[in-house]
């Protein structure tokens, strides 16, 4: 079995899943990078059917509690859905907002993915598009909140649920970040733009060496204080054919690191991650 939390998995995870897949091993990784994400599901895993290894990338904050909560969702709604939307919002409490609230790795992963292709799945395929190129709001903690649009794990695992018979018709599902609050709308604008800059490799390369030079600034660790009054919110939901919404369901948590830190901590010792008989249950 291996567990990996090194980041950014764009630049040093894949020898880690490589050596998982050769040795037929159980692969876990804290990764919420989108091209990561994706090359493991379609590069890496036809390689661990074959030898045997069990791949579950991104097996935290992002994307366990969103992948459950579309799952929930699309299954209380049933056969009729037609599409599943996910959004992942944080909230904080007072003073604290003013806290950094993520870690100097995470932010180093967000700028190396900045712009870099998305996707979107439609129809039964993923197809590319930039990060932020949708945009729409949840309801959460009693009020609108905005998310743009994201690569990340509920495009492959969700349409599989589908596919075992539980919603046939399915034909969408878009994943959002509510990370940004107020400027989400311009993150949506500038996803115009983005695929021009990255063409361009001197503009691509300057953009990321400035992203980097803002990140130099940030402390190693995430504020205490941030992170205490912190709530993390999963929202999941189902529509119908005609843009009918069938489903809704919010999951709620501490802060995404601690979600993540749990997650792997309880993964490996499980009964299907060690290949051991899961115990007897009652039927009554």
């Not at 290894?53 to 056969?79: H, R, W």
């Not at 806290?99 to 197809?127: C, I």
């Not at 369901?249 to 979600?259: E, F, K, R």
Request: glycine share 12%.
């Amino acid at each position: 079995m291996l567990v990996s939390t090194v980041g950014p998995f764009e630049k040093f995870g894949e020898a880690a899943v490589s050596a998982a897949v050769d040795a037929g091993a159980i692969y876990f990784d804290s990764t919420g990078e989108p091209p990561f994400i994706r090359r493991v599901f379609e590069q890496y895993g036809p390689a661990a059917a074959r030898t045997g290894a069990a791949l579950l990338t991104a097996f935290g904050n992002d994307y366990v509690p969103g992948t459950l909560a579309g799952a929930l969702a699309l299954t209380q709604a049933g056969a009729g859905t037609a599409g599943v939307h996910v959004g992942y919002f944080i909230t904080a409490n007072g003073a604290a907002q003013r806290g950094q609230g993520f870690s100097k790795g995470t932010l180093n992963s967000l700028v190396g993915v900045l712009l870099e292709p998305m996707y979107r799945w439609r129809d039964g395929a993923l197809h590319d598009e930039p990060a932020g190129a949708r945009y729409r709001t949840f309801q959460v903690a009693g009020r609108d909140r905005p998310g743009v649009s994201i690569g990340a794990t509920e495009q492959f695992a969700l349409p599989r649920l589908a596919a075992t018979g539980v919603a046939p018709r399915l034909r969408e599902v878009d994943v959002y970040l509510g990370w940004f609050g107020p400027i989400s709308r311009a993150v949506h604008l500038g996803s115009r733009v983005a695929p021009l800059f990255a063409k361009f490799e001197p503009v691509a390369k300057g953009l990321t060496a400035v992203g980097r030079l803002a990140v130099r600034k940030a402390t190693e660790e995430p504020n205490a204080a941030t992170l205490a009054a912190s709530t993390s919110y999963f929202v999941g939901e189902a529509f119908g054919a005609s843009g009918q919404r069938l489903a809704s369901v919010t999951l709620t948590a501490p802060d995404g690191y601690a979600i993540t830190a749990e997650l792997l901590a309880w993964a490996p010792g499980t009964p299907w991650s060690t290949g051991s008989p899961a115990p007897a249950r009652s039927t009554r």
